[in-house]
């Protein structure tokens, strides 16, 4: 267990939709990371929040955002949804300064 | 970001021998390198690090190797059990951004 959670473990939903995955990092981190896991493209980065200021971005769609709260747990809203969007969804959060990645048990997200 | 295949190299071992899985990694300026493994259906689980000012490094049963000349790296796994089937991705990172990952290879430990 790495100590980072998310929630929910499943989600099925339609075309069209709007969903919102979120992530709960290991105490004491301050930095939290997006990450999509699909079949053809491996793991892809998407988006990094620092103590709830975004600090860097990767292939993350103009459909999907993020945020992080005061609290540090993250969200990750993807809206629009197509087909292609079917993947799963990793969190991962680091210690301020380290780069040791800890990743969450996904979000399996199914689009129908 | 860069494309990696659906097509996962496999490495199958026997119970008890040593596996050795290996990745080309892309950025020269990458300084800092990572072992995951990803047992189906969870998330990636860290397994070691290693930085650019290092050539090798060891965990419990399991050896870093970088060869910053050819930009490779790998990873020894020592006395392999059928607990360590998994899909081995390595990682890299430049200046402390986010993970470059690699596409992975699956380990099939054949007891």
Redesign the interface.
Known sequence: D?G?TQTPKHLITATGQRVTLRCSPRSGDLSV?WYQQS???????LI?YYNGEER?K??ILERFSAQQFPDLHSELNLSSLELGDSALY?C?SSLA?E????????TRLLVL | GESVGLHLPTLSVQEGDNSIINCAYSNSASDYFIWYKQESGKGPQFIIDIRSNMDKRQGQRVTVLLNKTVKHLSLQIAATQPGDSAVYFCAENTGRRALTFGSGTRLQVQP
């Open positions: 790495s980072v990371y079949l053809d493209q491996g793991l892809q980065f990094q860097a990767g292939n990793f991962a300064g780069e040791t990645q800890y990743f969450g048990p996904g």
